[in-house]
């Protein structure tokens, strides 16, 4: 099986480590992400409106270059974008022709590519026994709150990750890390997104709610899988102490693979 | 009423603003809720009644944040953000109605250099034309 | 050849306004066999019929063809019509002109031709049609019950009271269903268990009614007024004649960490328990899942206390078969599963219960002995927020998409018993509509607002979010104010969507009665037939059927008991003539329509034939008993070689019908 990965454009500049850690984890546990040759951009946001198709042509492209394996996804916006995209072409037939007479593939593209989160891949492909079993610096004692965000699980229908409303990937993988996960009730709630190059005060009311019940329920750290939320937790959430981590790089930590 | 416009609205959302049975769940969900002038119920039924020109007009449409909360929320299916982005949209596809323009992405980064491309990038897709 | 008379019906302008019924019947009596057609404003109506009769005399008919609504609706009317002067009311056939042309069709002139074809079709069955006589098969005096809530209990109480034999088979080890978990109904505040124990007390006491409780139906066989089911009795490990219920084994279990469902797992219980007090049989029941002694033969301490020496570790599940004449189904409800619902963090906060939840808490045999506590702390909460259809009225695909119908009034009851009891708690309720039709329920719910002084906030809630200092934020549209509130609560309170019982839907299957796509048992009409199934001789009875409470509950209930008793006093009932039979010579004895046939209407027998060349040859064959056979033509389809054949319904009809029908 190939496993094709989508950086996404932060992920090459402002979040390298979340990257770094992830291929280097990746490799260690035994599967190989081949970077997508040419990728383009996802544009950060799926535009919902069924007639705009250039915005989400880079994701097409991605997608169609992909079906001889799985297209593996790491930065929270690229997965949203695109299963999303990936859910209109096989189940929006206007779109889907729209994007493929102008695309011009050899053969035209309907949706076959199974995307995947790097998480995905941990749960159904490694599995989470198995990672546990490959930790070689269990992360005791720690108490982790997972971040979900908004991106990483809505909508569900289209990106069919997790119950959206009470998700355990995330804790799964905190417990596969030898860590203990807390849970509190803001981790499925928006950080305030890109907002933040509106009204630096919308994310920081977001955020500030996010960090406070983290930090009552007992969390030592915070993780992510994307680069926006741990901007905004970690800038515009002034005041709170705890530590917001990308989980590549805890788990990179406790592969033993972190330099 | 602005019928043409109406119709523009749904086409583009897919949305079915008559399915809503005026619970306000979404309005009850909205992380955005206190930014705005109208809230998300209030556009969803303001579609339906037409006046969608009072909603280009409205800096709401600027303030949701794309999150799928009333979506996934929503007992009905209504699906609120997508009426919301079709509106901005309707508004940004105008000759010089970008919200964010290109010009001030330096100023942007420049004043916040941690400010992720990601959030440029999302912004400029939801702002701009 | 027959001598056939054909009568279209105008049905007033139902079918005279788009079909040319003058034409209809012109055109037909050109039809080869008709020597007599005509048209008349209302056949159905006496005149109507009398003006069948009357052409059966002067014309000598021997086949009747009726061009009019579905057969459904009238051809019983007809059929007897017929027969009142000696014709075989099986030599009349319907054309159904009104339901699949006239009230589907606008365009006159197509209508027509079409009325005409299906006239035409039916025409060329009658050809083929023979006088059938319908036999008659003997009700079985016994019913049976499926599920002992309120449901069930009012019905077996009320077919016991006109002196049948009545079973009820309940899976729970004691019979009382959700009634018994309930605190007081609406709207007149009442104890439950006050006015439900008494029924339940007569259930046990009566000669008449006998209780099959931890037992489930296992299979279903036969026909109306003669069922035969299975019943298995799951091993309680208790021998019930002997167990005098003192509950002294209760007290001395040692496994004391088992959920308590009866209290819906608010507390616990012990491996062996009776789950509540007056339990009907109040039998102790073992639970095998935690049973010491069952699991690995260490303890036997119930053994030892029991002085009735009643408990028997070696009991097996026991099946027993038993006949009735007609079956009841009332397998009530569930709350549904809230996981699809985590934005209210069911799963997160303890304080974040459910309606059925609250009425163990405020249950004066519940777990916190009647004095309402937080699950959590068990201190006094302040503020609660109850939070109407959660699940109901959901299209997204997470709930369900009817309103359960009972929740608007059982969170008016709770508030307002709240208030009164403890009155420095404040009471908020989201609603979306607040729907109370019923007699004196809408004055109920007022009373909760007017003189209770309960917040009813129209908006639903999107969010609640516990703290770690054991509030919880609350956050909820206010639709009438256009405000989003932020309310610091101690407790949430999710009216969740009630379901039919998971049990339903194999039971459905079993049962051969038709359901819809939320698994609640079909009518056989929704106005007519409401607590009749489709399915002969199998009758419904509360919530299975669709959402009602307690008093709507009772009285389907009671009707459904009317309905079996109508069925039971019946001496006789007339079997249905139109049976499958086997042509023996082409049968290939493959098994075929034994598999298919949901009514084990067919055996097979091995029988001795005479060839040709005069030698014997013994040869495996269906054959079907006509006292089950049910005519669903289910064999028919599925035989290879063409053996089955179903009267009233032949192969060589129905080819004759698709000829007419395609020829031109």
Same mark, same amino acid.
């Given at each position: 099986m190939v496993y094709h990965y989508y950086p996404g454009c932060t992920l090459k500049t402002k979040a390298k480590d979340l990257d770094r850690y992830g291929r280097k984890s990746m490799e260690a546990l035994g599967i190989t992400l081949t970077e997508l040759e040419n990728w383009q951009c996802c544009g950060g946001a799926f535009t919902m409106a069924k007639d705009e198709i250039a915005t989400k042509l880079s994701s097409v492209r991605a997608l169609a270059d992909s079906r001889d394996g799985v297209l593996v996804t790491l930065c929270s916006a690229c997965h949203n974008v695109i299963k999303q995209t990936n859910y209109a072409m096989a189940n929006d037939a206007e779109f889907a022709m729209k994007a493929n007479n102008y695309s011009k593939f050899d053969v035209p593209y309907n949706g076959e590519t199974k995307v995947m989160h790097y998480l995905e891949v941990l749960r159904d492909v490694v599995g989470f026994d198995n990672l546990a079993k490959a930790v070689k610096n269990p992360l005791k004692g720690k108490k982790i709150a997972a971040y979900y965000g908004c991106l990483l699980l809505r909508p569900s229908k289209a990106l069919q990750m997790d119950n959206p409303e009470n998700p355990k990937i995330l804790e799964d993988f905190i417990r596969a890390i030898g860590a203990e996960p807390v849970l509190y009730p803001y981790r499925n709630e928006c950080c305030g997104g890109y907002m933040a190059t509106e009204d630096q005060s919308v994310a920081a009311k977001k955020s500030g709610q996010v960090m406070d019940s983290a930090a009552e329920m007992g969390a030592d750290m915070i993780i992510t899988a994307c680069p926006l939320c741990l901007y905004n937790l970690t800038k515009n959430a002034p005041g709170h102490q705890i530590p917001v981590y990308y989980f590549t790089e805890l788990l990179a930590e406790a592969l033993g693979v972190k330099d | 009423m602005n019928n043409n416009l109406k119709e523009q609205v749904l086409r583009m959302s897919g949305v079915n603003p008559l399915k809503c049975m005026r619970c306000g769940k979404c309005s009850a969900t909205c992380p955005s809720y206190d930014e705005m002038e109208y809230h998300p119920h209030q556009i969803v039924y303001m579609v339906e009644k037409g006046e969608i020109e009072k909603l280009m007009a409205s800096p709401s449409i600027y303030k949701c944040l794309s999150c799928f909360a009333c979506v996934e929320r929503c007992p009905r299916d209504v699906e609120p953000a997508k009426l919301v982005e079709a509106i901005r949209l309707a508004v940004i596809r105008q000759q010089g109605q970008n919200h964010l323009k290109a010009k001030d992405i330096p100023d942007l980064i420049e004043a916040d250099p941690d400010l992720p491309q990601q959030a440029l990038v999302t912004a400029f897709r939801k702002y701009t034309k | 050849?027959?001598?056939?008379?054909?009568?279209?019906?105008?049905?007033?302008?139902?079918?005279?306004?788009?079909?040319?019924?003058?034409?209809?019947?012109?055109?037909?009596?050109?039809?080869?066999?008709?020597?007599?057609?005509?048209?008349?404003?209302?056949?159905?109506?006496?005149?109507?019929?009398?003006?069948?009769?009357?052409?059966?005399?002067?014309?000598?008919?021997?086949?009747?063809?009726?061009?009019?609504?579905?057969?459904?609706?009238?051809?019983?009317?007809?059929?007897?019509?017929?027969?009142?002067?000696?014709?075989?009311?099986?030599?009349?056939?319907?054309? !159904?002109?009104?339901?699949?042309?006239?009230?589907?069709?606008?365009?006159?002139?197509?209508?027509?031709?079409?009325?005409?074809?299906?006239?035409?079709?039916?025409? *060329?069955?009658?050809?083929?049609?023979?006088?059938?006589?319908?036999?008659?098969?003997?009700?079985?005096?016994?019913?049976?019950?499926?599920?002992?809530?309120?449901?069930?209990?009012? $019905?077996?109480?009320?077919?016991?009271?006109?002196?049948?034999?009545?079973?009820?088979?309940?899976?729970?080890?004691?019979?009382?269903?959700?009634?018994?978990?309930?605190?007081?109904?609406?709207?007149?505040?009442?104890?439950?268990?006050?006015?439900?124990?008494?029924?339940?007390?007569?259930?046990?006491? !009566?000669?008449?009614?006998?209780?099959?409780?931890?037992?489930?139906?296992?299979?279903?066989?036969?026909?109306?007024? !003669?069922?035969?089911?299975?019943?298995?009795?799951?091993?309680?490990?208790?021998?019930?004649?002997?167990?005098?219920?003192?509950?002294?084994?209760? $007290?001395?279990?040692?496994?004391?960490?088992?959920?308590?469902?009866?209290?819906?797992?608010?507390?616990?219980?012990?491996?062996?328990?009776?789950?509540?007090?007056?339990?009907?049989?109040?039998?102790?029941?073992?639970?095998?899942?935690?049973?010491?002694?069952?699991? !690995?033969?260490?303890?036997?301490?119930?053994?030892?206390?029991?002085?009735?020496?009643?408990?028997?570790?070696?009991?097996?599940?026991?099946?027993?078969?038993?006949?009735?004449?007609?079956?009841?189904?009332?397998?009530?409800?569930?709350?549904?599963?809230?996981?699809?619902?985590?934005?209210?963090?069911?799963?997160?906060?303890?304080?974040?219960?459910?309606?059925?939840?609250?009425?163990?808490?405020?249950?004066?045999?519940?777990?916190?002995?009647?004095?309402?506590?937080?699950?959590?702390?068990?201190?006094?909460?302040?503020?609660?927020?109850?939070?109407?259809?959660?699940?109901?009225?959901? $299209?997204?695909?997470?709930?369900?998409?009817?309103?359960?119908?009972?929740?608007?009034?059982?969170?008016?009851?709770?508030?307002?018993?709240?208030?009164?009891?403890?009155?420095?708690?404040?009471?908020?309720?989201?609603?979306?509509?607040?729907?109370?039709?019923?007699?004196?329920?809408?004055?109920?719910?007022?009373?909760?607002?007017?003189?209770?002084?309960?917040?009813?906030?129209?908006?639903?809630?999107?969010?609640?979010?516990?703290?770690?200092?054991?509030?919880?934020?609350?956050?909820?549209?206010?639709?009438?104010?256009?405000?989003?509130?932020?309310?610091?609560?101690?407790?949430?309170?999710?009216?969740?969507?009630?379901?039919?019982?998971?049990?339903?839907?194999?039971?459905?299957?079993?049962?051969?009665?038709?359901?819809?796509?939320?698994?609640?048992?079909?009518?056989?009409?929704?106005?007519?037939?409401?607590?009749?199934?489709?399915?002969?001789?199998?009758?419904?009875?509360?919530?299975?059927?669709?959402?009602?409470?307690?008093?709507?509950?009772?009285?389907?209930?009671?009707?459904?008991?009317?309905?079996?008793?109508?069925?039971?006093?019946?001496?006789?009932?007339?079997?249905?003539?139109?049976? *499958?039979?086997?042509?023996?010579l082409m049968c290939n004895g493959c098994s075929s329509c034994e598999r298919v046939c949901p009514y084990g209407a067919i055996t097979y027998v091995e029988k001795e034939f005479r060839m040709p060349d005069r030698t014997t040859q013994l040869r495996r064959v269906a054959s079907v008993n006509p006292a089950v056979c049910q005519g669903c033509g289910a064999c028919t389809v599925a035989c290879p070689s063409g053996a089955m054949d179903l009267n009233g319904f032949s192969n060589s009809q129905i080819m004759a019908e698709v000829d007419a029908i395609c020829q031109k």
């Open positions: - | - | 050849m027959q001598k056939i008379g054909v009568f279209v019906c105008w049905c007033g302008s139902n079918i005279a306004a788009t079909v040319d019924v003058q034409a209809v019947s012109d055109t037909l009596a050109k039809e080869p066999g008709v020597v007599y057609a005509t048209n008349y404003q209302y056949m159905c109506s006496e005149s109507g019929q009398n003006l069948i009769k009357d052409a059966i005399k002067q014309y000598g008919l021997t086949g009747v063809v009726i061009c009019s609504c579905s057969p459904r609706m009238h051809e019983a009317t007809f059929r007897k019509a017929v027969a009142s002067v000696g014709l075989n009311p099986y030599m009349l056939e319907v054309a !159904n002109i009104r339901e699949q042309c006239s009230w589907i069709h606008k365009d006159k002139a197509l209508a027509t031709e079409k009325a005409i074809t299906l006239g035409r079709a039916a025409i *060329a069955k009658v050809q083929l049609n023979a006088p059938l006589q319908a036999g008659e098969s003997p009700v079985v005096k016994r019913a049976l019950v499926i599920g002992g809530g309120i449901a069930g209990i009012q $019905t077996a109480l009320d077919i016991a009271e006109a002196g049948f034999e009545v079973d009820i088979v309940e899976k729970q080890p004691t019979i009382g269903g959700k009634m018994a978990q309930i605190d007081k109904t609406f709207p007149t505040l009442d104890c439950a268990a006050c006015i439900l124990t008494p029924k339940m007390v007569e259930c046990s006491q !009566n000669d008449k009614v006998h209780i099959y409780s931890y037992s489930e139906v296992t299979s279903v066989k036969g026909f109306v007024g !003669n069922f035969t089911v299975s019943i298995k009795k799951k091993a309680r490990y208790v021998a019930e004649n002997k167990c005098t219920g003192c509950g002294e084994c209760t $007290t001395k279990c040692p496994m004391k960490n088992v959920p308590n469902e009866f209290n819906l797992g608010l507390d616990n219980r012990r491996a062996i328990y009776i789950p509540f007090a007056q339990a009907v049989p109040k039998v102790a029941t073992i639970d095998p899942n935690y049973c010491n002694m069952l699991k !690995n033969g260490k303890c036997g301490l119930c053994a030892k206390v029991c002085t009735a020496g009643a408990i028997d570790y070696k009991q097996q599940d026991q099946v027993i078969e038993e006949r009735y004449g007609a079956i009841v189904v009332a397998t009530g409800y569930n709350p549904i599963k809230l996981d699809k619902f985590e934005e209210f963090d069911y799963s997160l906060s303890k304080d974040v219960v459910t309606s059925l939840e609250l009425e163990r808490l405020m249950n004066a045999a519940g777990p916190t002995g009647g004095t309402l506590l937080r699950p959590s702390d068990g201190t006094h909460p302040h503020t609660i927020v109850f939070v109407q259809c959660v699940g109901s009225r959901d $299209t997204s695909g997470c709930g369900k998409p009817y309103c359960s119908k009972i929740c608007c009034m059982y969170t008016a009851k709770h508030a307002m018993l709240i208030r009164e009891k403890y009155p420095d708690t404040e009471v908020y309720v989201f609603y979306i509509d607040v729907r109370t039709p019923g007699k004196n329920f809408d004055e109920f719910y007022r009373r909760a607002v007017e003189q209770y002084g309960v917040h009813y906030i129209k908006g639903m809630v999107g969010k609640v979010a516990p703290r770690a200092d054991g509030k919880i934020m609350v956050q909820a549209s206010d639709l009438l104010a256009n405000e989003q509130l932020h309310i610091e609560a101690d407790m949430v309170v999710l009216a969740a969507a009630i379901e039919p019982d998971k049990s339903a839907r194999p039971l459905a299957t079993m049962l051969t009665a038709s359901m819809d796509t939320n698994d609640f048992f079909t009518e056989a009409h929704p106005k007519l037939r409401p607590v009749e199934s489709p399915t002969a001789g199998i009758f419904l009875s509360g919530v299975c059927q669709g959402p009602k409470d307690i008093p709507e509950t009772v009285s389907q209930a009671s009707a459904a008991a009317a309905k079996v008793i109508g069925l039971l006093v019946t001496a006789k009932l007339t079997t249905n003539p139109c049976v *499958a039979h086997c042509n023996e």
